[in-house]
């Protein structure tokens, strides 16, 4: 196939080459001509519209949305769309969490214990689908500890804790720290324990196993920890494309587009661990040097974990991704940048998170599983 | 000075055309090769044998257009030129035209295809797009050429251009296999 398409690439009629060759753009001009009728056909259609307006009523669209048991929220994911529907028991209809209300709600009658209520709320569309993401008991609340590269993770509800490899503390020592550490602080040391600095991490998500740690509530700087800056409009587009990656050969345009980003920090590849079923850990590991390997894995591989480190020193960083489905091709390293390798060279791509919130709106998470009952805490 | 009067300068072995050869394609020709080659060196001995491989070729040779095969001499040689680096080197470099074959990779091509009717479905193809669109797929294709020269040169924004290409791509698949090139 290669010889032969190089071959025939040689062998191309001249006036294709010509024509690329001498090609100029041509100069777009709008002929007055031209877009007389067509502003003469706007101001008609704007004057008739006016003219018009107070015979009919706006129109409406209506949808039967999904009320949740105690009626208070709006899951439907619809655009700009006034909903109506049963209500019982509500007083106050708002839009669920994963939908960004554009009108204060219309507060329905506080005594209405059935019956159909049409509500003025207009959602847009929701960034986040929970989609594949397990659902997360409340009280099951986790932090995520990195002590010297070490990573740990607890359950505080039952009062357990679990870790990686090469913890420098005791489970049980780390378990009762844990467990008498008050969850609304984000930070602490250990004095006297180590010359080492405990950094209690928030998690945002996480998977069945093992929790995501993105970075530090407080946001405070301290080494490689995370750092941000706002994302500027051509990473903004880049993002955009890469959300709207739907094929392989979609995926490796968009590394060919990032190809050329030389960004200050980058990672010099990603290891992909495979979590083989049945086995508590990772079993194996593959340097992945190349956008296109990447993508394979991640066609073929719905549930890999990327794992960032730095090229110099092999140092690992603590942020691990999740990479769920073909809609979450999104690496985030802990200091809060985005890096997508190409070649595993020095060619690297990366996108600042502005906040937590909106790393995680940037996400395209799987399986609505919230419910008012049991909200899924995202920081 | 137009192609034909410089053919008919080469003609009369007047090697004053050779300089208004290298005065009006000299660019195009270096660009060429280098997004060939990436090697200043390498671009301008490639660019220096084209004139050369001018001078020896017309006569007997009047082509029209010229700039098409000045151009094909050029990125010949610096093809050429490649595949002894990479031998030497032992490592393979990536040109552009391997997004077409890694668009066609999964696809099995029809056995007793050969170059040549392949480039005349290739040509055909090409008739079939705009030719904005054209353009861009030969510049990246043939001539090699980066993402964001390309961008500057059809006055479009760079994602614009991949756009376009992944586009084209698609439609070049379509169109091979419908043409019943690749199964």
């Given at each position: 196939?290669?010889?032969?398409?190089?071959?025939?690439?040689?062998?191309?009629?001249?006036?294709?080459?010509?024509?690329?060759?001498?090609?100029?753009?041509?100069?777009?001009?709008?002929?007055?001509?031209?877009?007389?009728?067509?502003?003469?056909?706007f101001v008609l259609v704007v004057v008739s519209a006016f003219a018009v307006k107070d015979y009919f009523s706006p129109v409406v669209t209506t949808v039967s949305p999904t009320i949740t048991t105690n009626g208070n929220y709006i899951t439907t994911a619809d655009t700009n769309t006034t909903v109506a529907g049963v209500v019982e028991g509500s007083s106050t209809v708002a839009c669920a969490p994963e939908i960004t209300p554009t009108t204060t709600p219309t507060t329905a009658p506080a005594t209405t214990s059935s019956g159909t209520v049409e509500i003025s709320l207009y959602c847009t569309t929701p960034m986040i689908d929970y989609t594949g993401w397990e659902s997360m008991p409340f009280q099951s609340f986790y932090h995520?500890?990195?002590?010297?590269?070490?990573?740990?993770?607890?359950?505080?509800?039952?009062?357990?804790s679990a870790s990686h490899t090469d913890e420098p503390l005791e489970k049980e020592k780390l378990g009762?720290?844990?467990?008498?550490?008050?969850?609304?602080?984000?930070?602490?040391?250990?004095?006297?324990?180590?010359?080492?600095?405990?950094?209690?991490?928030?998690?945002?998500?996480?998977?069945?196993?093992?929790?995501?740690?993105?970075?530090?509530?407080?946001?405070?700087?301290?080494?490689?920890?995370?750092?941000?800056?706002?994302?500027?409009?051509?990473?903004?587009e880049l993002l955009n494309t890469l959300n709207e990656c739907q094929t392989l050969s979609d995926f490796i345009d968009f590394a060919n587009i990032t190809a050329d980003y030389t960004p200050e920090n980058f990672c010099t590849s990603f290891w992909v661990y495979y979590k083989e079923e049945g086995k508590e850990d990772v079993t194996y590991s593959i340097a992945i040097d190349s956008m296109e390997k990447l993508a394979i894995l991640l066609l073929e591989n719905r549930d890999v974990k990327a794992e960032c480190r730095t090229g110099n020193t092999g140092e690992k960083l603590t942020f691990n991704a999740y990479l769920k489905g073909f809609s979450c091709e999104i690496y985030l390293c802990n200091d809060g940048y985005l890096y997508?390798?190409?070649?595993?060279?020095?060619?690297?791509?990366?996108?600042?998170?502005?906040?937590?919130?909106?790393?995680?709106?940037?996400?395209?998470?799987?399986?609505?599983?919230?419910?008012?009952?049991?909200?899924?805490?995202?920081? | 000075m137009d192609d034909s009067q410089i053919i008919t300068m080469l003609f009369a072995r007047n090697d004053?055309?050779?300089?208004?050869?290298?005065?009006?394609?000299?660019?195009?020709?270096?660009?060429?090769?280098?997004?060939?080659?990436?090697?200043?060196?390498?671009?301008?001995?490639?660019?220096?044998?084209?004139?050369?491989?001018v001078?020896?070729?017309?006569p007997p040779h009047s082509p029209n257009p010229l700039v098409a095969f000045i151009c094909k001499i050029t990125r010949n040689l610096s093809l050429k030129k490649l595949r002894e680096k990479t031998t030497q080197k032992r490592n393979a470099q990536t040109l552009p035209i391997h997004e077409l074959e890694f668009t066609l990779a999964d696809c099995t091509?029809?056995?007793?295809?050969?170059?040549?009717?392949?480039?005349?479905?290739?040509?055909?193809f090409l008739d079939t797009l705009d030719r904005e669109s054209r353009v861009i797929f030969m510049k990246r294709y043939w001539f090699c050429d980066e993402i964001n020269e390309i961008a500057r040169a059809v006055s479009l924004s760079e994602s614009n251009v991949y756009q376009k290409l992944s586009r084209t791509r698609k439609k070049l698949r379509t169109f091979l296999e419908k043409e019943g090139v690749i199964i």
């Amino acid at each position: 196939m290669k010889n032969l398409l190089d071959t025939a690439f040689c062998m191309l009629d001249d006036r294709h080459i010509e024509e690329a060759a001498t090609y100029t753009p041509q100069t777009k001009t709008i002929s007055f001509k031209k877009i007389l009728p067509i502003a003469v056909c706007f101001v008609l259609v704007v004057v008739s519209a006016f003219a018009v307006k107070d015979y009919f009523s706006p129109v409406v669209t209506t949808v039967s949305p999904t009320i949740t048991t105690n009626g208070n929220y709006i899951t439907t994911a619809d655009t700009n769309t006034t909903v109506a529907g049963v209500v019982e028991g509500s007083s106050t209809v708002a839009c669920a969490p994963e939908i960004t209300p554009t009108t204060t709600p219309t507060t329905a009658p506080a005594t209405t214990s059935s019956g159909t209520v049409e509500i003025s709320l207009y959602c847009t569309t929701p960034m986040i689908d929970y989609t594949g993401w397990e659902s997360m008991p409340f009280q099951s609340f986790y932090h995520c500890i990195d002590i010297g590269g070490a990573y740990y993770y607890a359950d505080y509800v039952n009062n357990s804790s679990a870790s990686h490899t090469d913890e420098p503390l005791e489970k049980e020592k780390l378990g009762a720290l844990l467990y008498k550490f008050n969850r609304s602080d984000y930070r602490f040391e250990i004095n006297g324990s180590g010359d080492f600095t405990v950094e209690i991490y928030e998690i945002i998500g996480y998977s069945k196993e093992e929790a995501v740690a993105v970075g530090r509530k407080d946001g405070l700087m301290k080494g490689y920890y995370p750092y941000y800056r706002i994302i500027n409009n051509q990473e903004r587009e880049l993002l955009n494309t890469l959300n709207e990656c739907q094929t392989l050969s979609d995926f490796i345009d968009f590394a060919n587009i990032t190809a050329d980003y030389t960004p200050e920090n980058f990672c010099t590849s990603f290891w992909v661990y495979y979590k083989e079923e049945g086995k508590e850990d990772v079993t194996y590991s593959i340097a992945i040097d190349s956008m296109e390997k990447l993508a394979i894995l991640l066609l073929e591989n719905r549930d890999v974990k990327a794992e960032c480190r730095t090229g110099n020193t092999g140092e690992k960083l603590t942020f691990n991704a999740y990479l769920k489905g073909f809609s979450c091709e999104i690496y985030l390293c802990n200091d809060g940048y985005l890096y997508l390798n190409k070649d595993g060279l020095t060619r690297a791509f990366c996108i600042g998170i502005e906040s937590y919130e909106k790393f995680f709106n940037s996400f395209k998470l799987s399986s609505v599983v919230w419910t008012p009952e049991n909200p899924i805490t995202v920081g | 000075m137009d192609d034909s009067q410089i053919i008919t300068m080469l003609f009369a072995r007047n090697d004053k055309a050779l300089g208004i050869v290298a005065d009006k394609y000299g660019n195009l020709l270096y660009r060429l090769s280098d997004n060939i080659l990436h090697c200043r060196e390498d671009a301008t001995e490639c660019v220096n044998d084209t004139y050369l491989a001018v001078w020896n070729n017309i006569p007997p040779h009047s082509p029209n257009p010229l700039v098409a095969f000045i151009c094909k001499i050029t990125r010949n040689l610096s093809l050429k030129k490649l595949r002894e680096k990479t031998t030497q080197k032992r490592n393979a470099q990536t040109l552009p035209i391997h997004e077409l074959e890694f668009t066609l990779a999964d696809c099995t091509l029809e056995q007793s295809l050969d170059a040549r009717e392949l480039a005349r479905k290739l040509d055909r193809f090409l008739d079939t797009l705009d030719r904005e669109s054209r353009v861009i797929f030969m510049k990246r294709y043939w001539f090699c050429d980066e993402i964001n020269e390309i961008a500057r040169a059809v006055s479009l924004s760079e994602s614009n251009v991949y756009q376009k290409l992944s586009r084209t791509r698609k439609k070049l698949r379509t169109f091979l296999e419908k043409e019943g090139v690749i199964i």
